[in-house]
């Protein structure tokens, strides 16, 4: 194709319209996200298992079942924040590897400890390659699908439980809870080489970074794109941010950091009550094992769904307004989940809804990471506020496991949880979000 001298190579990605790489590169972002919701889930698929081998009681499960929670908020600030220096592909395929291993050695386990162990150590992989694809998917993405784009990638977590959870469903029913482990190692195997092949290093960070020859190989990638080549890179920015966790607490960014770190981490300590505890409150209601992953696997049905319908409504309505709207239905859906069903019919439906309000929460939350933050601290922004909010990711497990052990009732248990979405959209609401144009 002929070169292109006088545009900025990230304007031509953000104006013109997405080629098939383009679109090929974020449906793998969706993908690894996928991959993500069911390895976070594995342990609360196997969680009935593991209690019934091992006699552990519900606050010594809900420490198992934060492990890796605890991991991922480690991993999306430190591995989170190298994406921002060593680049997207080198960290999503170093997340893969993480992950791979963590998965394997929980097959392994014969103890609490190590089992805990294992799935920190998973978990480091996770956080890394949630905050790298957040990051990835949007600078893939053109101007005016940059929303749409974070959204559905948002969206791949619960579709990835789902899919996963049926397959889940089925091994736990044939076997040991140990198999589900080891399906999740083998297909993150797997995905090593679709991210060698068909994902390349984004045009904004080769353009901000400069790394040695930074033309050549942002020309390279233009092509691979399908787009024009460029006779020349912009100028520097000699007032660029770097990419360090100071500069997201300068009075440029400091506002912004804070309250979505206070967003997320409370709605997250909300989202992971419902996802961590389902299995376990439905077999203690009488059902069998696999019935209760049924159960959650019908949660994140409604999560697929909460988060197809946000990313359609970001093409018509603004981001922030939608995400508020979802946690004050998700506060009450929570609530609603705590009163009890009269059968699993009804429990499943209500825990699909409830799914479908938490999710559709995260997945805004997710799109206003990687609109609110610069080309140059985006991974490390959306790393350290995933990082810091999965602290309520952690304790939220665990606060439960801790009532339920002091006899406090379900009803009141999901009301305490389900605070956590009220206190988050308060800090939306007084985040200074500015929208960005739908045909920007």
């Known amino acids: 194709m002929p070169e292109q001298a006088a545009e900025d190579p990230r304007g031509i990605i953000a104006r013109l319209p997405m080629r098939p790489r383009q679109i090929i590169a974020v449906v793998l972002c969706v993908m690894l996200n996928a991959l993500d919701g069911f390895d976070v889930l594995a342990i609360s698929f196997a969680s009935p298992g593991i209690a019934a081998e091992w006699g552990i ?16 908020a480690v991993g999306s600030i430190v591995i989170g924040g190298l994406a921002d220096r060593l680049g997207r592909r080198p960290v999503v395929l170093g997340s893969l590897v993480i992950m791979a291993i963590g998965m394997a050695l929980a097959t392994t386990a014969h103890s609490v400890t190590t089992l805990s162990a294992f799935r920190l150590f998973t978990g480091l992989g996770i956080g890394g390659m949630l905050a790298t694809i957040n990051a990835a998917a949007a600078e893939f993405s053109n101007a005016r699908r940059r929303n749409l784009a974070v959204a559905i990638m948002a969206g791949g977590y619960p579709v990835g439980a789902v899919v996963g959870g049926s397959i889940a469903s089925r091994l736990l029913a044939a076997g040991s ?27 904004a ?7 040695a020859n930074a033309l050549q ?4 990638v233009l092509r691979r794109l399908g787009h024009s080549a460029v006779a020349a890179l912009p100028a520097p920015s000699g007032d660029a941010p770097r990419a360090t966790i100071a500069q997201l607490f300068t009075p440029g960014l400091a506002r912004t950091t804070v309250l979505l770190t206070i ?3 409370a709605h997250i300590m909300t989202f992971y009550f419902i996802l961590k505890w389902i299995p376990k409150i439905v077999v203690d209601m009488g059902f069998a094992p696999s019935t209760a992953g049924g159960v959650l696997v019908w949660a994140n049905v409604g999560g697929a769904t909460g988060a197809l319908l946000l990313s359609l409504m970001t093409q018509r309505f603004g981001v922030r307004s ?13 609530t609603l989940f705590g009163q009890g069903q009269s059968d699993l019919r009804q429990l499943a439906m209500v825990a699909g809804v409830a799914g479908m309000c938490t999710n559709a929460a995260v997945v805004g939350l997710y799109t206003i990471f990687a609109q609110s933050f610069p080309t140059a601290v985006r991974a490390g922004g959306t790393g350290f506020v995933i990082g810091v909010g999965r602290g309520g990711a952690a304790l939220g497990p665990i606060l439960a496991g ?7 009732g379900l009803a009141t248990v999901a009301a305490v949880m389900a605070l956590g979405s009220v206190v988050a959209a308060i800090a939306l609401v007084l985040h200074r979000y500015r929208e960005q144009p739908v045909a920007a």
């Open 57 to 72: 009681d519900r606050a010594v499960l809900g420490v198992v079942l934060s492990m890796e929670l605890i991991g991922m």
């Open 217 to 220: 190989r942002v020309n390279a």
């Open 402 to 408: 801790f009532l339920f052990a002091n006899g406090v």
């Open 205 to 211: 960070f080769l353009v901000h970074r400069r790394p």
């Open 177 to 203: 809870w140990r198999s589900v482990f080891t399906f999740g190692a083998f297909v993150t195997v797997a995905f090593l080489p679709l991210v060698w092949l068909f994902l390349p290093e984004t045009v």
């Open 322 to 334: 939608l995400v508020i709207g979802a946690l004050v239905l998700s506060a009450a859906m929570v």
């Open 263 to 265: 967003a997320y981490f």
